[in-house]
């Protein structure tokens, strides 16, 4: 399994951002989907999640409203369009996934390595 993420940059607070994880080497179809972030000095976060169907999505509390996580799997692709981004916001901001969206949201088998989002003030 490999996952590619991109988009992420520089951003001022109030702007938007989408990310985007590219899966390949999975039947990517059925596997649920997430995306965690870690800030400097700070553990590892889960920031939303999203069903095999696109049907159930799930998010942090500090990004509901602001954050929409999406799937097109024509293309094996998830996606994360972020509003209203905020400094707290700057992190690392990995995709995973996992065969089931009860293991996605805690403990995925898979990572790809993460592209930084950096929103200035």
């Known amino acids: 399994v490999r996952l590619v993420e991109s988009g992420g940059g520089l951003v001022q607070a109030g702007g938007s951002r989408r990310l985007s994880c590219v899966a390949s080497?999975?039947?990517?179809?059925?596997?649920?989907m997430a995306w965690f972030r870690q800030a400097p000095g700070k553990e590892r976060e889960f920031v939303a999640a999203?069903?095999?169907?696109?049907?159930?999505?799930y998010y942090a509390d500090s990004v509901r409203g602001r954050f929409t996580i999406s799937r097109d799997n024509a293309k094996n692709t998830v996606y994360l369009q972020m509003n209203g981004l905020k400094p707290e916001d700057t992190a690392v901001y990995y995709c995973a996934t996992d065969s089931t969206i009860t293991t996605v949201r805690s403990t995925p088998a898979y990572w790809g390595q993460g592209t930084q989002v950096t929103v200035s003030s």
């Open positions: 080497g999975q039947s990517f179809i059925t596997y649920s």
């Open positions: 999203i069903t095999w169907t696109g049907g159930t999505t």
